[in-house]
């Protein structure tokens, strides 16, 4: 029936909305997967591929292409995860989440070939998960803490930020992927976060009218919030050097190709008094 990524800014609503997505029968959304594996096994696909071609690409390999790629990228899940059937994929809506992912655009592309598609040449939904960047880096700068007892390096959330909202703009002309924002700040100030959740996720999975009576509003109490994971508030002692380095670097002109694109905006606190 469908597969759907969910990737995006970590600390940006992923895994509630993999979870809600999860509640409706007929989904499975498999998660954390590891990004870094993906190289290796878009290689390892690629040489499969020109193998099976120089023997002749078989109806059965090309049928089942998608579900091997998708195999081999849920595999690599935290604690594992078992394989999907061939049922599974035309029958109902599956995939992963993993936050940042977008950034090894060309080896998922490597991964789901347009030509081993089996759904009509439908894409794949893409949902970018994002909110406020200051909001991202002092969660992520949080859970950082809190493991490794140092803060998340700014420079390197910058550098990542940058390769995450370039990744989103090829996937704009990707053959492959149906890029989606779903923006965690217009979410949690809806006033119905169901509705806002019907709109911008469940219609855009192909799912059947009426499948979303299986979720309420009670569910999306965010339990993988930073106070609830790691107690505390967010430490804000970082904030005015994240301000500074952003400003100087290419990270403002993406955002502002974003704003114009998808008019949300991911840096207000730039402008914001005091």
């Not at 493991?147 to 959330?157: P, T, V, Y």
């Not at 990707?174 to 100030?189: A, G, K, M, T």
């Not at 990270?251 to 998808?262: A, G, H, Q, R």
Request: net charge neutral.
């Amino acid at each position: 029936m469908m597969i759907v990524i969910i990737g995006g800014f970590p600390r940006s609503g992923t895994r509630s909305y993999a979870d809600a997505l999860n509640l409706m029968p007929g989904v499975d959304i498999r998660g954390e997967v590891h990004r870094a594996a993906l190289p290796p096994l878009s290689n390892w696909l690629q040489l499969n591929d020109s193998a099976h071609k120089e023997l002749g690409l078989k109806n059965e390999y090309v049928k089942h292409r998608w579900l091997t790629g998708l195999n081999a990228i849920v595999g690599t899940g935290r604690g594992g995860n078992s394989p999907f059937s061939m049922s599974n994929m035309i029958n109902d809506v599956v995939g992963f989440k993993c936050p940042t992912i977008e950034i090894r655009l060309k080896n998922l592309e490597r991964v789901f070939k347009p030509q081993f598609n089996p759904f009509d040449g439908k894409r794949i939904p893409f949902f970018f998960c994002s909110r406020r960047l200051d909001q991202v880096y002092l969660s992520r700068s949080n859970m950082t803490s809190k493991k490794r007892g140092e803060a998340l390096s700014i420079d390197a959330f910058i550098k990542e930020s940058i390769e995450q909202l370039k990744s989103l703009e090829v996937m704009e002309g990707s053959q492959v992927f149906e890029p989606h924002i779903l923006n965690l700040d217009e979410f949690s100030s809806s006033k119905s976060k169901l509705v806002w959740f019907q709109n911008n996720v469940v219609n855009n999975v192909g799912l059947r009218a009426g499948s979303s009576e299986f979720v309420n509003e009670d569910m999306f109490v965010n339990n993988n919030s930073t106070f609830n994971v790691f107690g505390g508030r967010r430490e804000e002692v970082l904030d005015e050097k994240l301000k500074e380095n952003i400003l100087k670097s290419d990270l403002i002109n993406y955002c502002e190709n974003f704003f114009e694109k998808y008019s949300h905006d991911l840096l207000p606190f730039l402008s914001d008094e005091g």
